[in-house]
């Protein structure tokens, strides 16, 4: 049972949906089954979930970065990755019990704040708020540097101070195997405006903490364990648009990496498996707290490719966001039913 | 055509319907359906491009007296939209039902082959959608293996009668008893709970596997649209739910539970209206302009 609906979490969070002539079109499917080969044909969102069950207890912190922007175009980054987060946050603190931290550069965080707030997840900077465990669910927030030779210290002192049970990536740009980051049109991303919050995943895979990378196209953390194949499925995979040369394909790699056309499907699909595995369908969010989520995303100024203050989601509309959000939540909850004899 | 088909597929072959109906197959079904070829909507969209200007015929219902004496939702839905979308590229589209399924289609009168033969004299394409055929006993099943000879139309012969003319057949079913998953028939009988029992042996030109048939037909009306440019061709999401609101009203009922209610295949109308969306979505995507990002 868990295994035929892991399957379905899949391939609905896979189904493409991008325009005609994007190069990186067709790309989905393939990503997909490489990395499903790449980690005993199980079902990822579902594997993503089980080590998350394993690996968390109440009251453990598990640290969400995200965020990636490029100013002037998008100066408090994209609609994907915040929304993402926010909704496996929601889902591990409802479901599990766990404390989330939210960590990105300080331009690309007002958007997971709106978000996390209109989600029921009240975010502060404060670990006294953090870990208060009374009438509603909180959030740490952690700003983290642009200054990418300040970046690896801040990573360890991160999981210094916090000891999380997790680190989940969703949407986070990550360099290639010349240490150059590079955005999904294929041109470098400059360190100022990304924050190089790879770090957190590299050292807390020496300390032996989960870690999991959501992506949908190579470059973002999590793609280092496909990097051979995504090198051959991504357009831009042998070759970028900068002077390096390498392509975009990221070296860094996760305990489990998982992959949809939107990062943030995906981060919803392992949603809806933890909410499985916890037998509590609420533990995904419902279509109405997406729609909020969404318009509050893109009030504090995130950006999906319909325009500013238009919750699109990489060039999709809000309508489809809520669609997969609406679909997701009926395949959980009809699973979840009990089974009844139709009687003829 | 091959990627934006391949994601038709994989969204409306999604399982969302309840425990107590088969669960598990739909997947395994649309592989060996496909059986590593290419998706299938390429071959079915350029059959129904081919037909413009043609008869169509569009076979549906399935009654169950005493249980759904006015019909299943499922199939009815999906032909009206499918047919709807033919219409407006110039079919001449005729749809066929039990009489008691569906007043406002055209009618099948009797439950006995011969009366329904002539039909395929009409006729340049049949589409059939959650439409049963017999099985290798001669006898039509549910998915849940309970016999259904003489609740419903017996079509087997139109459509043997119009592949042996060379016309076009393409049969859209979710659960491997309906018409067209002859085509996989020794996979049914090895793979689907009551598979032996159930397995149709009506063999159409295409397949398409759907996880709810109505899908299906909305599938082929997306293909339609996708040929076409034409995205009002799609379904629309609050239709679905008219739709859904009017069958309930009829006592169209929903075949998952077997109640007058707007689910399909025990699936609410909102999810259903989901799926509408996202599939327009797709046909939007396809036709939309590139566009080059400077950063």
Redesign the interface.
């Known amino acids: 049972m868990p295994e035929?609906f892991g399957?379905?979490v899949d391939?609905?969070v896979?189904?493409?949906?991008?325009?005609?002539?994007?190069p990186s079109?067709?790309i989905i499917?393939p990503l997909y089954e490489a990395a499903s080969r790449a980690q005993r044909g199980r079902p990822l969102t579902l594997l993503a979930a089980e080590g998350l069950t394993r690996s968390i207890t109440r009251g453990r912190y598990v640290v969400f970065l995200t965020g990636s922007g490029?100013a002037p175009?998008r100066p408090r980054g994209e609609t994907d990755g915040p929304l993402g987060v926010v909704s496996l946050a929601r889902a591990l603190k409802l479901g599990l019990g766990a404390r989330p931290v939210y960590v990105a550069a300080e331009p690309y965080l007002p958007p997971v704040v709106a978000a996390s707030e209109a989600a029921g997840i009240t975010p502060s900077p404060d670990r006294t708020m953090a870990e208060f465990d009374g009438f509603y669910p909180t959030a740490l927030v952690r700003p983290f540097t642009l200054q990418k030779e300040q970046a690896q210290a801040q990573a360890r002192a991160i999981l210094d101070e916090l000891n999380p049970a997790a680190v989940i990536s969703i949407e986070t740009l990550s360099p290639n195997e010349k240490g150059v980051i590079h955005?999904a049109?294929g041109?470098e991303r400059e360190s100022q405006h990304v924050a190089h919050t790879f770090h957190l995943v590299e050292e807390a895979r020496g300390r032996g903490i989960f870690t999991i990378g959501i992506g949908d196209f190579g470059n973002e953390v999590g793609c280092g364990l496909i990097a051979a194949e995504a090198k051959q499925i991504n357009p831009y995979g042998l070759r970028c648009k900068c002077p390096c040369g390498a392509g975009v394909v990221s070296r860094i790699a996760t305990d489990v990496l998982v992959i949809g056309n939107i990062s943030n499907w995906a981060a919803y699909g392992v949603a809806a498996c933890l909410a499985y595995l916890c037998k509590n369908p609420d533990v995904l969010q419902g279509?109405d707290t997406e729609r909020r989520m969404g318009l509050d995303c893109v009030y504090a100024g995130a950006e999906g490719g319909g325009g500013m203050k238009q919750p699109w989601v990489d060039?999709?509309?809000p309508?489809?966001q809520?669609?997969?959000v609406?679909?997701l939540?009926?395949?959980l909850e009809?699973?979840l039913?009990?089974?009844?004899?139709?009687?003829? | 055509m091959e990627?934006v088909c391949?994601?038709i597929e994989?969204?409306v072959?999604?399982?969302?319907?309840?425990?107590?109906?088969t669960?598990?197959a739909i997947?395994g079904l649309y592989e060996a359906a496909r059986a590593g070829g290419p998706p299938l909507g390429v071959a079915v969209g350029q059959a129904l491009m081919a037909h413009r200007g043609k008869r169509v015929g569009i076979f549906t219902g399935a009654p169950?007296p005493?249980?759904m004496p006015n019909g299943e939702n499922d199939g009815p839905l999906g032909s009206i939209v499918a047919g709807r979308a033919l219409e407006r590229i110039g079919c001449r589209v005729t749809f066929y039902s039990e009489r008691e399924l569906f007043p406002i289609l055209q009618e099948l009168h009797k439950t006995d082959r011969a009366a329904n033969l002539p039909y395929a004299d009409e006729t340049d394409l049949a589409i059939t959608i959650e439409k049963q055929g017999a099985t290798a006993d001669g006898h039509m099943y549910?998915i849940?293996a309970?016999n259904r000879d003489h609740t419903r139309a017996n079509i087997d012969n139109v459509i043997a009668k119009l592949s042996a003319d060379g016309k076009v057949t393409i049969g859209v079913g979710d659960g491997g008893n309906e018409i067209g998953w002859g085509n996989i028939y020794d996979y049914i009988v090895k793979h689907v709970p009551h598979g032996p029992t159930i397995a149709c042996t009506i063999r159409t030109t295409h397949l398409f596997p759907a996880a709810v048939s109505n899908w299906g037909g909305y599938a082929l009306a997306a293909l339609v649209a996708l040929h076409t440019g034409d995205l009002t061709l799609c379904h629309d999401?609050k239709r679905e739910m008219e739709y859904l609101d009017l069958t309930a009203k009829m006592q169209v009922m929903d075949g998952?539970?077997?109640r007058a209610i707007n689910h399909v295949d025990?699936?609410?109308a909102?999810?259903s209206?989901?799926?509408v969306?996202?599939l327009r979505?797709?046909v939007q995507?396809?036709?939309?302009?590139?566009?080059d990002?400077?950063?």
């Open positions: 035929t399957l379905h391939r609905l896979t189904v493409e949906m991008r325009r005609a002539g994007d079109r067709g499917v490029r175009w955005s049109t041109y279509v060039h999709t509309s309508e489809t809520q669609a997969m609406a679909m939540r009926m395949l009809n699973t039913r009990a089974a009844s004899d139709r009687g003829w | 990627i391949n994601n994989r969204l072959t999604t399982e969302i319907r309840p425990r107590g109906l669960r598990g997947a169950v005493g249980y549910s849940n309970n999401p998952g539970t077997g025990g699936i609410p909102e999810v209206a989901a799926v969306t996202i979505g797709l995507a396809y036709h939309r302009k590139p566009f990002r400077p950063f």
